[in-house]
């Protein structure tokens, strides 16, 4: 193992974060430049590595690497502040 995922791996990544998708930080794994938890951006691409690209709202770029950041997806929904009730 080279500590890269395999290009299967990358795959599933680009299709479960493709561009354009809201996200939002929990927590980073970075002392040098963490973005702080809260912070949101959307997912600019995925390299070869599997990492997040990101252009965070704060006008970083750091990239998020699924399985050592923590992050959730923001929903369209939840994105445009659109409640919706059943009835």
């Given amino acids: 193992m080279n500590g890269f995922p395999s290009r299967e791996q ?3 990544i680009k299709a479960r974060y493709p ?3 809201r ?3 929990e ?3 970075d002392p040098y430049a963490p973005i ?3 912070t949101e951006g959307v997912v600019q ?3 070869d ?4 690209m990101m252009k965070w709202d704060n006008g970083r770029s750091l ?3 699924p399985g050592e950041d923590s992050f959730s997806v923001i929903q369209p929904e939840e994105a445009q502040g659109i409640t919706m009730t059943m009835g």
């Fill in 23 to 25: 996200i939002r930080l």
């Fill in 19 to 21: 561009a354009g998708t």
């Fill in 63 to 65: 990239s998020l690497i």
């Fill in 36 to 38: 702080p938890p809260g």
């Fill in 27 to 29: 927590a980073m794994d």
């Fill in 49 to 52: 590595a599997g990492q997040l």
């Fill in 10 to 12: 990358v795959e599933r």
């Fill in 45 to 47: 691409a995925v390299d």
